[in-house]
């Protein structure tokens, strides 16, 4: 669990980058060091013996290219949050967390659809600890995402509250 969590910091590091930039080429450079660097963990705690290898990263390699596609529609919800913060409505604030949410059901869909993959392949623990890591590390990933993204409003609340002390106006 030491390796993973090392490892996490590597790729939390790549996320907050890949968060900041701005066109598709930047995310896909991101998602290929991350894919790299998580590569490294999930090979590190399957153990997989030789027979299952082959197997277990063709159908990983499919798995990475579905995920990549949920990751960067993602990130492109980020972008479009930060470019509407300052003027979010109620209707561009459901479009964007219900398009959010569908983002989440892809990863759940995905999960189902490849958990079963692998485990013909590999076996159920080991298909079950892929999913596992692979929930472990988009948790991490999440958190550190949503660390450096503002809650709907706040930003009006610290405003209100910075011309409230401007003023004098600040209730303690």
Sequence with gaps: MKKIIISLFTILFVTGFAYSQQDNTDIDIVQSVFGRSKR????????????????FWCIY??????????????????????GNYQTLDGTKAHK??????KSMDGYNTLHE??????EKVIGGLKAATFIQLET???????ANLQSQVPVVGELERLDRQNTERETGTLKQ
């Design 113 to 118: 659809v490849y958990f079963r993959k692998m």
């Design 40 to 55: 490294i963990i999930i090979d590190q705690n399957m153990q997989l013996n030789e027979n299952q290898k082959k197997s």
């Design 96 to 101: 964007l967390i219900v398009n959010f949410m």
């Design 136 to 142: 472990y590390i988009q948790t991490a990933v999440q």
């Design 61 to 82: 390699d499919q798995y990475e290219e579905k995920r990549k596609t949920i990751e960067k529609e993602g990130f492109m919800l980020l972008k479009e949050y930060a």
